[in-house]
């Protein structure tokens, strides 16, 4: 079983719609990490959250992570064509960073 | 500013032939260096990862080896591939600590099996 779950697995959403990802894990999460990835590519960091009840935002897109640091959301605003790709979140599980666990990924497509 | 390089970009290789990627990092000493590989449907897997040069930890078994020759060098070999090891391959870095680091990925190298 996966250590980590994304959903959904896939999400296709009209432009300027808003949409969430979530990303849930059955133990504690001392680090959550979201990525973004467009197909064939790296991944590119979006935002690191460590503490429960945190919230991060960069442009239209905002990451919290629950109280119990076990469940963690990305939130876009107004979606575009550009926020389309694969977007996947990491958690350092050990408490210890040298070894991250990752989603399967969500698949967005934002069609205009 | 730090840069993460990765190359070739795509690979095809036939069953049973040697592999050699390469990463290296700029702009950045002594980083920890990981190498993950991206499956069809799957997510990451951590594949190695190395905190210095010489030191190698390996997280699954596997027909794959890596190597760290320098310091921002960090070498993914196989002596014979096989189909399985076709796949998305990343390298990361993060900062020497470890401890709460963001990883930053490279562009990636597509191999691709046959």
């Known amino acids: 079983s996966q250590e980590l779950e994304q959903s959904p697995q896939s999400l296709i959403v009209q432009e300027g719609k808003n949409l969430t990802i979530n990303c849930t894990s059955s133990?504690?999460?001392?680090?959550l990490y979201w990525y973004k990835q467009k197909y064939g590519e790296g991944l590119i960091f979006l935002m690191m959250?460590?503490?429960?009840?945190e919230e991060k935002s960069h442009e239209k897109i905002t990451a919290k992570l629950d109280e119990k640091k076990q469940q963690s959301s990305l939130h876009i605003t107004a979606s575009q064509p550009s926020h389309a790709g694969i977007y996947l979140c990491?958690?350092?599980?050990?408490?210890?960073?040298?070894?991250?666990?990752f989603g399967t990924g969500t698949r967005l497509q934002v069609f205009p | 500013s730090q840069t993460i390089h990765q190359w070739p970009a795509t690979l095809v290789q036939p069953v049973g032939s040697p592999l050699s990627l390469e990463c290296t990092v700029e702009g950045t000493s002594n980083p920890n260096l990981y190498w993950y590989r991206q499956a069809a449907g799957r997510g990451l897997q951590l594949l190695f990862y190395s905190v210095g040069i010489g030191q190698i930890s390996s997280e699954v078994p596997q027909n794959l080896s890596a190597s760290r020759p320098q310091d921002r060098q960090f070498i993914l070999s196989s002596k014979k591939l096989l189909l399985s090891d076709s796949g998305f391959y990343l390298c990361?870095?993060?900062?020497?600590?470890?401890?709460?680091?963001?990883?930053?990925f490279g562009p990636g190298t597509r191999l691709l099996v046959l």
């Open positions: 990491g958690a350092d599980m050990l408490n210890n960073t040298d070894k991250l666990i």
């Open positions: 959250l460590q503490k429960g009840g």
């Open positions: 990361a870095w993060s900062g020497p600590s470890g401890y709460q680091e963001t990883q930053y």
């Open positions: 133990k504690t999460l001392y680090g």
